[in-house]
């Protein structure tokens, strides 16, 4: 974790999980993931609705090593935190109808988080099989572009 020596930050994650008794991979938070029409090859989600409509959308995504979004935007702001797992993503620019990269890449890798504005072009790419959790502003929506 940034800013938080590499001793302590083991320390709070064994903390947080009960002396590594309870996982990622063996919580009941990261089953019953369905696959979801029209989304890329790879991906699974458990999602929850809430009553508020200014509230957020809480998803928790599962990606697999070496599957990829296309570039999309999405209407409301969004975040996500890297449980497990590193991912890629990458900005881009609209010039005339062609989509132009906007800087280098930016890794996320497991206990980081990213933050994407509404309406933002982006893509991510999976470099490791990845366990997400993305939150959005009120509710999800994908446009690809």
């Known amino acids: 974790m940034p800013g938080i020596p590499e001793q302590e930050s083991t320390m709070s994650r064994d903390i947080m999980t009960n002396d590594s008794a309870v996982t990622s991979a063996t919580s009941a938070?990261?089953?019953?993931?369905?696959?979801?029409?029209?989304?890329?090859?790879?991906?699974?989600?458990?999602?929850?609705?809430?009553?508020?409509?200014?509230?957020?959308?809480?998803?928790?995504e599962q990606w697999e090593a070496g599957s990829a979004e296309p570039p999309h935007s999405h209407?409301?702001?969004?975040?996500?935190?890297?449980?497990?797992?590193?991912?890629?993503?990458?900005?881009?620019?609209?010039?005339?109808g062609e989509l132009v990269p906007d800087g280098e890449p930016l890794i996320l890798n497991a206990g980081d988080t990213g933050y994407i504005r509404a309406g933002r072009i982006h893509d991510a790419s999976y470099l490791e099989d990845c366990k997400l959790v993305y939150v959005h502003d009120r509710g999800f929506g994908f446009t690809a572009e």
């Open 75 to 96: 209407p409301g702001d969004d975040m996500t935190v890297v449980i497990e797992g590193r991912m890629s993503v990458r900005f881009f620019n609209r010039d005339g």
């Open 29 to 60: 938070v990261w089953s019953n993931h369905v696959t979801v029409p029209d989304t890329p090859e790879g991906f699974t989600v458990r999602t929850g609705y809430p009553s508020n409509p200014d509230g957020v959308e809480v998803m928790l």
